[in-house]
């Protein structure tokens, strides 16, 4: 039954990241899976079959690099499309809670089930993607970190791949996987052996190839049917690797009611009556999480009786 079915996924821990460490091949490898925790990402956002495989690939290779990283602070990877998908921004935060937003350039439009990763967001060659680090306690009027991933390959993998390659100067294994309900991802990554450092008694020089070809050899219906545990070990079981970090993702949302009062109150009361005068109420939705809030002409009232506040939140209102 789809009880038992949901219980069984459960009590695999589909929404797992886990870590190896294998020092006789100076390497690491991060393994994800996403089940529940995705689908309530995106349950809202009603996204075509082909954008959601894609939001899933991206949400994967979004956590993969946090994990890799061990970032204090949002790693973020912002796609801006020329094509059907307009805007999909995928945030991690410490502890591995992340949300996902899409826009789509004509809601209605109807989409190929499988249309490519370029048809949708890099149609006329102008599409743009950015991986952006933002410290957790960075200094005012200091600018987030962002490296500019060229939309350079057939695959969201192949993409992030060759980012990493060519712009970390990483050496990196990609392969990700996504369907209507599950996604799934794991990135290999050659560690850097600083010059004059002492190389692992049982280093291997042969090892690195080896790892790559067992990540070569990954399929979809495993990265998208097995939990991260199962994954790895059918990949390295002979490779010993160390288990370094195992963890939850959780899509966690942001927005607040303080924070979409700031928002309403940074438009100023002249535009915000305005609002009220037109539509009879603000209506404001988050494109993380879904929640709408309504505002009346009472709730303005209180708004601006009060001192004003400095804004800060990513909401935007829709007039309704």
Known sequence: ????????????????????????????????????????????????????????????????????????????????????????????????????????????????????????????????CALILDPANRAEGVQPYQGIVALDGENFAQIMTNYFIHSEQVETLIALASDEHRVGGIMLQKMPIMGGKKLPEDYDEEAWDRLKMFVGTVKSEELLTLTPEEINRRLFWEESPRVTYEGTPVFRCRCSDEGVRQMIQSLGEEEARDIIKEHGKIEVTCHFCGQVRTFDSIDVEAMFSDAPVQPVCEEKPEEK
């Open 1 to 128: 039954s789809l009880l038992l079915a949901k219980k069984e996924r459960q009590d695999k821990r589909m929404d797992t990241l886990q870590k190896l460490l294998f020092t006789h091949a100076a390497a690491r490898a991060e393994t994800v899976t996403l089940d529940d925790s995705f689908n309530e990402a995106v349950a809202h956002q009603h996204l075509p079959i082909a954008v959601r495989r894609l939001a899933g690939e991206v949400t994967a290779s979004t956590l993969l690099a946090a994990a890799a990283l061990q970032f204090d602070g949002t790693v973020m990877v912002q796609v801006a499309g020329d094509g059907p998908v307009k805007l999909l921004v995928v945030e991690v935060r410490p502890e591995l809670t992340y949300r996902v937003s899409v826009t789509l350039r004509d809601p209605e439009a109807k989409l190929d089930e499988n249309a490519t990763l370029q048809s949708l967001v890099n149609a006329n060659g102008r599409g743009q």
